[in-house]
């Protein structure tokens, strides 16, 4: 079975803080990404990896970095935390894909860090 | 531009119900379709998925037909149970900027009771 495992379950961070959430998968993927969950408004990708040193931006990457030194660990770095960072993020992996839309696309997902932001 | 629209939870239905979630879609070209279930303390799953028009994905006694003429993926199931409560994601998949993407809905939130 493909396992994603993140760092922590639950982390509480003061504003200003550097804040590091650590994102492990053991299946080869070639892909990893961080969403953030918020009521109402689903999942929005922050960035995602398509290799190692490799990222890409996605929706609402302001406020945070990514780190992708080995392919199996990809990080989420808030530089300095703020209270509107305080969320549920959620780390996934897939393998490469090919271009084509064709074809079944599954992420596997870890269980989530819940961030609160004092 | 490529977005999913979910119904408003939460659903609250009793233990032999039946179920309808509601998903309508956004995109151009032909997406593929998917619905993610996420249990209490737990991240999403792939619950089914549909890769063409009038493709039914099923799995758990949950199904989801593909539907490109009214551009909608509802989840259903014939006999609800307790087990089944938690949050269901309607997601599409897109090619954008060179890459796949995983376009997500709001989720929502399904509670049985026996």
């Known amino acids: 079975d493909v396992k994603v495992t993140q760092s922590s379950r639950y982390l509480v961070k003061r504003t200003g803080e550097k804040v590091f959430l650590e994102c492990v998968q053991d299946?080869?993927?070639?892909?990893m990404f961080w969403y953030r969950q918020d009521p109402g408004l689903g999942l929005r990708l922050i960035y995602f990896?398509?290799?190692?040193?490799?990222?890409e931006k996605g929706d609402i990457p302001e406020g945070y970095s990514v780190s992708r030194e080995k392919k199996e660990r990809f990080s989420l770095i808030l530089e300095s935390a703020s209270t509107n960072q305080t969320s549920m993020y959620l780390c996934a992996s897939s393998p490469r894909q090919g271009a084509s839309l064709g074809g079944s696309y599954e992420q596997y997902f870890g269980p989530g860090t819940r961030l609160t932001v004092t | 531009g490529n977005s999913v629209t979910q119904m408003e939870g939460p659903v609250t239905l009793s233990e032999e119900a039946f179920l309808t979630i509601n998903c309508t879609y956004t995109?151009?070209?032909?997406?593929?379709l998917f619905w993610y279930v996420q249990y209490p303390g737990e991240g999403l799953q792939l619950l089914l998925k549909?890769?063409?028009?009038?493709d039914k994905g099923s799995n758990k006694g949950f199904e989801a037909t593909y539907r490109k003429e009214t551009t909608s993926f509802h989840l259903e199931k014939g006999s609800v149970q307790v087990s089944d409560s938690a949050v269901y994601f309607c997601?599409?998949?897109?090619?954008?900027?060179?890459?796949?993407?995983?376009?997500f809905g709001a989720g929502t939130r399904l509670a049985v009771h026996p």
């Open positions: 549909a890769t063409k028009a009038d």
């Open positions: 995109a151009t070209g032909y997406p593929s």
């Open positions: 997601a599409l998949r897109v090619f954008s900027g060179g890459y796949n993407k995983l376009i």
């Open positions: 990896s398509y290799d190692v040193k490799m990222k």
């Open positions: 299946m080869d993927h070639e892909n």
